[in-house]
Nanobody
Framework: QVQLQESGPGLVKPSQILSLTCTVSGGSITTNYYCWKWIRQPPGKGLEWIGYIAYSGSTYYSPSLKSRTSISRDTSKNQFTLQLSSVTPEDTAVYYC????????????WGQGTQVTVSS
C-alpha cells in the first residue's frame, strides 16, 4: 500500500516561496512508469494540475504555472518537493501530492492534502 504525506508551512506571505514536500512510503519514487504529481484545489474551485516529476527524474509543469514552479526529488528520502515562487493570495489552496500510473493513465494514490494560505 503506497502512502503519500504532504508537509510544509500552512501560511506563506505574498511574494515568498511556497515549499511543500511529499513523503512516499510503500513504494519507490523511482519505480518505472509512475509520475509523482502536485495538484491543488483553490477554495470553491476545481482541481488544478501543477506539475509532476517522473520516475526518470524528468519534470513537466502546467504552462500557466511553469514560470513559477519547480519540482525536485530526494531519492534517498523517497520524497519529492514543490516550490512555487512569487505567490499571491490566488495561490491559496489545498495542495495534494499524488501518484500517476503511466500504464493505467490514472492517479491511484493521493495524499490527504494540506491547506496553504497566502496572506500577509
Amino acid at each position: 500500500q503506497v502512502q503519500l504525506q504532504e508537509s510544509g508551512p500552512g501560511l506563506v506571505k505574498p511574494s515568498q516561496i511556497l515549499s511543500l514536500t511529499c513523503t512516499v512510503s510503500g513504494g519507490s519514487i523511482t519505480t518505472n512508469y509512475y509520475c509523482w504529481k502536485w495538484i491543488r484545489q483553490p477554495p470553491g474551485k476545481g482541481l488544478e494540475w501543477i506539475g509532476y516529476i517522473a520516475y526518470s527524474g524528468s519534470t513537466y509543469y502546467s504552462p500557466s504555472l511553469k514560470s513559477r514552479t519547480s519540482i525536485s526529488r530526494d531519492t534517498s528520502k523517497n520524497q519529492f518537493t514543490l516550490q512555487l515562487s512569487s505567490v499571491t493570495p490566488e495561490d491559496t489552496a489545498v495542495y495534494y501530492c499524488a501518484r500517476y500510473g503511466v500504464v493505467t493513465s490514472a492517479v491511484d494514490y493521493w495524499g490527504q492534502g494540506t491547506q496553504v494560505t497566502v496572506s500577509s
